[in-house]
């Protein structure tokens, strides 16, 4: 649909943290080729046991690798934290460190919870809310 209507149709990838960095870059490389305009990663692909796989920043780790390589295509990355933004927040400091011309994208907020009670649920929203808010001092492209 997206070579086919390209006008109409976009696609965003999913990222793999099962690729190499050689085999993720490549994948990346193709399917903007073929018209996918963005990368999405979701955090909880990424394994625990393994240390290279355990964090999307990990240095040697494809997801640096692409989300390296989505600033030079002019791609932006997207995560989706469903469980919260406090689990992700360092790695995706790191994220941002290690690439600050990427565009990122923090899905839905970074799922960040705002309302008026007063429980611990609200003032975990409330501390998600405020880390999302103190990312804009990284730089222009952080969305």
């Known amino acids: 649909a997206i070579q086919k209507y390209p006008s109409k149709f ?17 994948r990346l490389e193709d399917l903007t080729l073929k018209g996918f305009c963005g990368v ?3 955090p909880y ?6 240390p290279k796989m355990k964090k999307m920043s990990a240095p ?15 791609q932006p990355v997207g995560i989706m934290c469903f469980k919260g933004l406090d689990l992700h927040f ?20 970074g799922f960040t919870g705002l309302d008026d009670e007063d429980d611990d649920t609200s003032r ?17 492209n952080v969305i």
């Not at 696609?11 to 050689?22: I, N, Q, R």
């Not at 692909?45 to 393994?50: A, I, M, Y």
Request: net charge negative; glycine share 6%; charged share 30%.
């Open 40 to 42: 999405r990663f979701n």
């Open 60 to 74: 040697d780790g494809a997801g640096l690798a692409v989300y390296k390589r989505c600033a030079e295509l002019k």
């Open 124 to 140: 975990k929203g409330q501390e998600n809310f405020e880390r999302l808010l103190s990312l804009a001092q990284y730089n222009k």
């Open 10 to 26: 976009k696609g965003m990838m999913l990222h793999d943290p099962e690729l190499s960095a050689v085999q993720a870059v490549s």
């Open 90 to 109: 360092d790695d995706i400091l790191q994220l941002i460190d290690a690439s600050p011309d990427t565009t990122l994208v923090l899905d839905h907020f």
């Open 45 to 50: 692909l990424w394994k625990d046991d393994d």
